[in-house]
């Protein structure tokens, strides 16, 4: 069991109204409480903070408003008594601009590290073929070489006047793409990557790892009908995006990572269409580039809904991937998962569904500080109150990820005990007052209890940590029921609708005995033929003794 967390958000230890790595450290305890196996801590390097960390400007520091370095050491050390691993965030598509590396490249084009970021002359706006969307960059005559668009909106090529030369940079203008055809920059990076393993932590989330190269010819990406949230023309990233170069890197990788002892790990951020391109970031049967892609689509496919059919297909085709899954419903770019799959109404009963889904399946779980709460996306209503940027430059459409990294809510007090500074950087969500881990550690029924649960059981249950997940019902619209085998299997029955619902006979038909349920009716009943599932409502069995 993996959570991520946003070091901006967690714990403020010296009330500057920002979470830092000394907050991370206070809070172990409740990590270890709630059976977390690993964090994953968003990068917490000196940067500029434009894309709030992911703009990195040294890869081999503290940023000074997270702590330092040894503040980091005394966060791994104390970890691990709590038997915590510690997993860094790696940005390697990107530096920020204000990186020495980038600050050294952007002076001339005959420095000694001129090649380490992508660099293009761009063409003459009046050549053939330039795109009325190219046009809008113009510099003295030149426009960008081709039409690709940065995720967070416009033309992806930013003109340098001392290089008279455009720079690619698929994120925003400040987060500079490194050249990863420069055998430099692999060095530097793989060298950046040793300097925290040496120091202790158990791996890395690979950001943004399917970009790292682009076309050599620099071919257009082919246009979609109509345009995004920043008002840009749709493009599918057939040039710019998912380049078969980068397995070659993450091949080197791993077998620099495998030459450490005690089981390093790496994950990547992989959105991927279908869970069979999952395969190639396995390395395929070799199995010798990611242990952990991660399966988004679960939780994030575009037609993602609480609905039993949309999780029998996506979760089965979870277990089709070559080596361990590793599912994810909630991340810091996302909407909470609690919002996006809940009706406004029975928001906590459909999030202990998904807390199920999370934690039966046969997969490495991840989650997201603060979604074990409850925690809900709070957007801000006003566009001067955004910090992200594509919420500034896409307002209404978009408005920016602020609301799923708003502070961690531990208490009903002030600032939910984040901070001690009531200016925090964003605003505590007001529904703080219920919503937070004193208060619902306090709950039996809790949604906080329910994650402990089950993450408890999972820990100490064979079948939930190790067996095979089959799904025993094909057809039913309403209820999920799926078994995990082992020489003691567990039958796990989840009702998506908002109605009772009968269980089918035919699934198993020995006494059960309840290993965990979401009402407590359901505890004392032995028998699954016949039994009733209340709207919602979550029943883990054995088959008595
Ligand atoms: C990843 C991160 C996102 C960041 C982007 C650029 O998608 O999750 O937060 O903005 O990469 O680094």
Redesign the pocket.
Known sequence: MIEEIYPRSFGDSNGDGVGDLNGITQHLDYLQTLGIDAIWIAPMYPSPQV?FG?DIADYERVDPQYGSLADFDALLRAAKKHHIRIILDM?LN?TSDRHAWFVESASSRDNPKADWYVWNDGVAAGAPGVTAFQKRFEHDGKVPPNNWESVFGGSAWEWVPARRQFYYHR?YRQ?PDLNWRNPAVEHAMFGAMRFWLDRGVAGFRL??ISTLFEDPQLRNDPQRPGTNAQGDPNLSTRYSDNLPEVHDVIRRMRAMVDKYPGDRVLIG?TYTADVADLDTWYGGSRRDELQLPMNMLPGFGWRAKFDAGWFRKTLEGAQTVPGQPLIVFD???NPRSIDRFGDGRHDVQRAKAIATLLLTSRATALTYYGAPLGMTTATPARKEDVRDPIGITGWPKEKGRDGERTPMQWTPGPQAGFSTNPRTWLPVNPNHVTVNVQTELAEPGSLLNWYRKLIALRRSNPALRDGDMTFLDRTDPDVLVYRRGGAHPVTVLVNFSGMPQKVKTGIVQRAVRTLAATDPALANTTTLDGATLPAYATWIVTPAK
């Open positions: 894309d992911y940005v990107h994120f987060q950001d943004a951020e991340n810091h770019d």
